[in-house]
């Protein structure tokens, strides 16, 4: 272990970190733009630059950590340098912050404040090139924004594999573009790269101009997509500044989904099925308790499942994998005893998507799979003959491969079709609604957090499986 | 004339450089006597003993870069020879692929017999194309005369040459862009730490010698390194290959042995500048090279401050004065604030607009920058922007304080030396002809009619 002085600290650094690495590992904060923990050392943008005592400056990303070295973070002529590198980089930058959507978490604007502070010294018009330029149906680049700090382009040589991004041309000409033959296209992590932009040069076409991140609040969460369960954050408005006006809908809308760094799950990595949570969760949902398809109160409904369960004697529930844990043990405890309980899957792949990689994306596409079979089995659901009720929670069941004349409890939180056959149906809460946990398929707990309210009209299913389990009275 | 003849001493035929005639003037036969009579280290060692520096500009000594490499610790080693010749000015190592490609192939083998090399490579400028199809057509007669392959002279030595064309980028002679372009990717230079002797080609231990400091090897090894010694000057053995371009009479590849007056080489073997004019300055090494003035390279005949009246605003530090007259040699240019560089001699004539030749210079970096590294991406454009507009007649009085102080911010502080070497071109071009930048900007017009060319010369 290289001992090192970082400012006068002593400092203990492991062998083989960069100076960059055991500056920040110990809380000395020096800037970087170009570099990334999970990508190899670029070092172009040279912002980084430390002095060591006795030695030229040079950048602390690709310097190794020696024993003894005193190494100064912010010395005259460090803060000199980072200046005039600040100058250099905003040379051709448009500075148009304004109106850019990376205004408030923008790793260029925060240093200019904090490194530079001063106007461009120079007179001459700036360089152009292309705006809104299209990299992909899901990634738009403004290569004048751009400081070609080169992480996208590493990230698709070393993360995600597609090699789909490079650098065109050469000095203030360069621009990145994706490759020709649209393997940018079909790179399904590509939208990674707009999180790793420093600078607000790669954008979402579907996310340009909605909204201005201060107004934004990410809460905790797991993406479902996949047994993988990567941690995520979904961004919504902040209620403390909630639309009144325009389209009140846009206060429980999920502004956009990104990475929560997660070593034992993803990484700082998710893929783009994880950015389209929104694409799951905003479905039209099924707010409206029926009893064969007749609307009711979600009490009645309740009353009349608890009855069909009490005079059913061999009463099948199918399980949804996309119940949280603790959904999961309600229903356990609840009606375990009294049930033969089966899991289903709720979602199989999508005809496109892919299935399954060495990344992220695994081939069972619900997010709770594991601690589901751990409490059900992982035995396929079998009706034995004399199965006399059927109680369904969640979606991608056709009702058609049930047996006929069976009554049917369905559990679903979205509009579909088959609710409206069930005997009984109940609405119940979505993820973004409620807290929990889910188990992944390493046996990895991540736990999520609610986003928006519940609806009073539709209940949270923790809740529903205790109502049906006690003897009938009065409702939840 | 300009001293003893390593490289050149030859008549130039138009079949002077096939592997016949190489091996009438007794080609190959070094190479055979490393084979045959020595071991790896005594190659290297007779290499280090010679003093031979590097030719490329940077003048490191050969014998230390090839001595990091342990020929027989198992490792793969890669040997590359850097002919990709961008720098402008600089022709020289095209006139040895041109005239005596074999020289250099012979110089290759007993390189990579020194370092335990396998397998070489070529990385050939790609708009040279008769010394291209020279060496293409050596390379052939080489193997057809089985002098690459397996078991070269019954050694057991076996070698193999790959000739990799370039793509007419000038930072791909910077070593490290070179190799990322040979492994196929975009010509980036790379950062140190690793040095290439340690991670370069394939991030395996590669050594990278200019061609013209590859040239030396075979008679080094044919009359040992004393005998080498014997030419040139004891800090700066040998000759060197100058090539002469610009406002002089006879433009050219020349060999000149170190320590050769460079006045006396211009007046005498290059036969004075064009049209009889005086001399204004010379670029002594490829322009990334300071520019040096007439006084400064004669001061014996011009005196410290002779007739270059912008000395006047000189500052203090930019050099020593001294009254010896400017020889070819590491130690005497950079005493004088430059450096031998890539050999690559441009000469200015009295009358040239300096704004111009710097503005020329600009134009080239800013157009080879490859745009990696933020000062040298955003730097070259900055200076070839105001420059331009200087020349425009839109200049600003801050704007040659600006330009040093973009020169300053790229000195040190980018990936390769490019950024840097563009800076020395600035500075050295604004400390001794300020006033011409003053004057331009002060009246909208050059005091020399923004002439490059050296009109009304026969």
């Known amino acids: 272990m290289p001992r090192i002085f970082i400012n006068g600290h002593p400092v203990e650094a492991e062998k083989g970190q960069t100076v960059l690495q055991a500056a920040l590992a110990h809380g000395f904060f020096i800037p970087y733009f170009c570099w990334h923990p999970a990508l190899s050392v670029s070092g172009n943008c040279r912002i980084c630059a430390v002095e060591v005592e006795g030695e030229d400056l040079d950048i602390a990303c690709n310097m190794p950590v020696r024993e003894g070295m005193r190494v100064l973070t912010d010395s005259e002529a460090v803060q000199a340098w980072r200046k005039r590198m600040m100058q250099f980089i905003t040379l051709n930058h448009p500075v148009d912050c304004g109106i850019c959507d990376k205004a408030g978490e923008c790793t260029l604007q925060d240093y200019h404040y904090e490194y530079n502070g001063e106007p461009s010294?120079?007179?001459?018009?700036?360089?152009?090139?292309?705006?809104?330029?299209?990299?992909?149906?899901?990634?738009?680049?403004?290569?004048?924004?751009?400081?070609?700090?080169?992480?996208?382009?590493?990230?698709?040589?070393?993360?995600?594999?597609?090699?789909?991004?490079?650098?065109?041309?050469?000095?203030?000409?360069?621009?990145?573009?994706?490759?020709?033959?649209?393997?940018?296209?079909?790179?399904?992590?590509?939208?990674?790269?707009?999180?790793?932009?420093?600078?607000?040069?790669?954008?979402?076409?579907?996310?340009?101009?909605?909204?201005?991140?201060?107004?934004?609040?990410?809460?905790?969460?797991?993406?479902?997509?996949?047994?993988?369960?990567?941690?995520?954050?979904?961004?919504?408005?902040?209620?403390?500044?909630?639309?009144?006006?325009?389209?009140?809908?846009?206060?429980?809308?999920?502004?956009?989904?990104?990475?929560?760094?997660?070593?034992?799950?993803?990484?700082?990595?998710?893929?783009?099925?994880?950015?389209?949570?929104?694409?799951?969760?905003?479905?039209?949902?099924?707010?409206?308790?029926?009893?064969?398809?007749?609307?009711?109160?979600?009490?009645?409904?309740?009353?009349?499942?608890?009855?069909?369960?009490?005079?059913?004697?061999?009463?099948?529930?199918?399980?949804?994998?996309?119940?949280?844990?603790?959904?999961?043990?309600?229903?356990?405890?609840?009606?375990?005893?009294?049930?033969?309980?089966?899991?289903?899957?709720?979602?199989?792949?999508?005809?496109?998507?892919?299935?399954?990689?060495?990344?992220?994306?695994?081939?069972?596409?619900?997010?709770?799979?594991?601690?589901a079979r751990a409490l059900f089995g992982d035995a396929p659901p079998a009706f034995e003959d004399g199965t006399d009720l059927l109680l369904v929670w969640g979606e991608g069941l056709d009702f058609s491969r049930l047996p006929t004349r069976v009554p049917i409890i369905c559990l679903n939180a979205y509009l579909q079709p088959e609710n409206g056959h069930a005997d009984v149906f109940l609405p119940v809460s979505v993820q973004t609604e409620r807290a929990g946990h889910y188990t992944n398929f390493q046996g990895v707990v991540s736990a999520f957090e609610p986003c928006f309210a519940k609806r009073d009209s539709v209940a949270h299913a923790e809740s529903l499986f205790a109502a049906l389990a006690s003897p009938p009275g009065p409702s939840p | 004339m300009s001293g003893g003849k390593l490289i050149t001493g030859f008549a130039v035929t138009a079949t002077s450089?096939?592997?016949?005639?190489?091996?009438?003037?007794?080609?190959?036969?070094?190479?055979?006597?490393?084979?045959?009579?020595?071991?790896?280290?005594?190659?290297?060692?007779?290499?280090?003993?010679?003093?031979?520096?590097?030719?490329?500009?940077?003048?490191?000594?050969?014998?230390?870069?090839?001595?990091?490499?342990?020929?027989?610790?198992?490792?793969?080693?890669?040997?590359?020879?850097?002919?990709?010749?961008?720098?402008?000015?600089?022709?020289?190592?095209?006139?040895?692929?041109?005239?005596?490609?074999?020289?250099?192939?012979?110089?290759?083998?007993?390189?990579?017999?020194?370092?335990?090399?396998?397998?070489?490579?070529?990385?050939?400028?790609?708009?040279?194309?008769?010394?291209?199809?020279?060496?293409?057509?050596?390379?052939?007669?080489?193997?057809?005369?089985?002098?690459?392959?397996?078991?070269?002279?019954?050694?057991?030595?076996?070698?193999?040459?790959?000739?990799?064309?370039?793509?007419?980028?000038?930072?791909?002679?910077?070593?490290?862009a070179l190799i990322t372009s040979i492994e196929g990717k975009k010509g980036y230079p790379r950062n140190r730490p690793p040095r290439l002797t340690v991670r370069g080609l394939y991030q395996k231990p590669t050594v990278i010698n200019n061609v013209e400091t590859l040239a030396n090897i075979p008679w080094i090894i044919a009359h040992g390194a004393q005998a080498y010694r014997t030419f040139g000057t004891t800090k700066s053995p040998g000759t060197r290959l100058v090539s002469v371009s610009g406002h002089v009479t006879r433009p050219g590849v020349y060999e000149v042995e170190h320590g050769y007056p460079v006045g006396r080489f211009i007046h005498e073997d290059c036969g004075g500048v064009l049209g009889g004019r005086a001399l204004k300055a010379v670029i002594p090494g490829g322009i990334s090279t300071k520019v040096l003035t007439a006084s400064e390279i004669e001061p014996h005949r011009l005196g410290h401050f002779g007739d270059c009246e912008d000395r006047r605003v000189l500052p203090q530090s930019a050099g020593i004065p001294h009254l010896e007259p400017l020889v070819f040699e590491g130690e005497s240019l950079q005493a004088a604030g430059s450096s031998l560089g890539s050999g690559g001699m441009i000469v200015i004539a009295?009358?040239?607009?300096?704004?111009?030749?710097?503005?020329?210079?600009?134009?080239?970096?800013?157009?080879?920058?490859?745009?990696?590294?933020?000062?040298?991406?955003?730097?070259?454009?900055?200076?070839?922007?105001?420059?331009?507009?200087?020349?425009?007649?839109?200049?600003?009085?801050?704007?040659?304080?600006?330009?040093?102080?973009?020169?300053?911010?790229?000195?040190?502080?980018?990936?390769?030396?490019?950024?840097?070497?563009?800076?020395?071109?600035?500075?050295?071009?604004?400390?001794?002809?300020?006033?011409?930048?003053?004057?331009?900007?002060?009246?909208?017009?050059?005091?020399?009619?923004?002439?490059?060319?050296?009109?009304?010369?026969?």
């Open chain 1, 121 to 371: 010294v120079s007179r001459e018009p700036k360089v152009h090139a292309t705006k809104f330029f299209r990299l992909s149906a899901r990634v738009l680049i403004d290569n004048e924004r751009c400081i070609l700090c080169s992480r996208c382009v590493r990230f698709t040589h070393e993360v995600s594999r597609s090699r789909a991004l490079g650098i065109q041309n050469r000095a203030d000409s360069s621009l990145v573009r994706a490759s020709e033959d649209g393997r940018f296209e079909d790179d399904p992590y590509s939208d990674n790269v707009i999180d790793l932009c420093p600078v607000g040069a790669l954008f979402s076409p579907s996310l340009l101009y909605r909204h201005r991140v201060w107004y934004l609040q990410a809460t905790p969460s797991v993406c479902p997509g996949c047994a993988r369960g990567c941690t995520v954050r979904i961004w919504h408005r902040r209620p403390d500044w909630a639309l009144h006006a325009l389209d009140g809908r846009q206060n429980e809308a999920i502004a956009r989904v990104t990475p929560r760094e997660n070593p034992a799950v993803n990484g700082p990595w998710i893929c783009n099925k994880g950015r389209d949570l929104a694409r799951i969760f905003e479905r039209p949902r099924a707010t409206q308790a029926m009893l064969k398809g007749e609307p009711v109160a979600l009490g009645t409904a309740v009353d009349a499942a608890r009855r069909l369960l009490e005079g059913a004697r061999r009463p099948v529930a199918l399980v949804s994998n996309w119940g949280s844990n603790e959904e999961l043990e309600a229903f356990q405890r609840a009606l375990g005893g009294r049930v033969r309980a089966f899991v289903k899957e709720d979602f199989s792949p999508a005809p496109g998507e892919p299935v399954e990689d060495d990344l992220l994306i695994r081939a069972d596409k619900n997010p709770n799979t594991a601690a």
């Open chain 2, 350 to 458: 009295e009358g040239t607009c300096m704004v111009r030749v710097l503005q020329v210079m600009l134009r080239f970096y800013h157009h080879e920058s490859c745009g990696q590294c933020t000062p040298c991406r955003e730097g070259m454009g900055w200076l070839h922007r105001i420059v331009d507009r200087i020349v425009s007649g839109r200049g600003r009085p801050e704007d040659v304080d600006r330009l040093y102080e973009i020169s300053r911010a790229n000195d040190g502080t980018t990936i390769c030396g490019l950024g840097d070497a563009a800076g020395y071109a600035t500075v050295g071009i604004l400390d001794k002809f300020r006033c011409e930048f003053e004057y331009f900007i002060a009246h909208g017009r050059s005091r020399y009619d923004g002439c490059l060319e050296c009109l009304g010369s026969s």
């Open chain 2, 17 to 176: 450089h096939t592997l016949g005639e190489y091996r009438a003037r007794g080609g190959y036969q070094a190479l055979e006597r490393a084979l045959l009579g020595m071991k790896p280290e005594e190659v290297t060692g007779e290499i280090t003993a010679s003093g031979l520096q590097g030719r490329g500009g940077a003048a490191f000594p050969v014998g230390r870069k090839w001595s990091v490499i342990r020929p027989d610790d198992g490792e793969t080693h890669y040997l590359c020879a850097n002919a990709d010749e961008g720098e402008p000015g600089t022709f020289k190592d095209r006139w040895v692929l041109e005239n005596a490609p074999h020289l250099l192939l012979e110089a290759m083998l007993i390189a990579s017999y020194a370092l335990g090399v396998r397998h070489s490579f070529v990385y050939i400028r790609g708009e040279f194309d008769l010394a291209y199809r020279r060496l293409a057509g050596a390379v052939e007669e080489a193997y057809g005369a089985g002098l690459f392959g397996k078991d070269i002279f019954g050694s057991g030595f076996s070698c193999d040459v790959f000739v990799v064309r370039g793509a007419g980028s000038y930072v791909c002679g910077e070593a490290s």
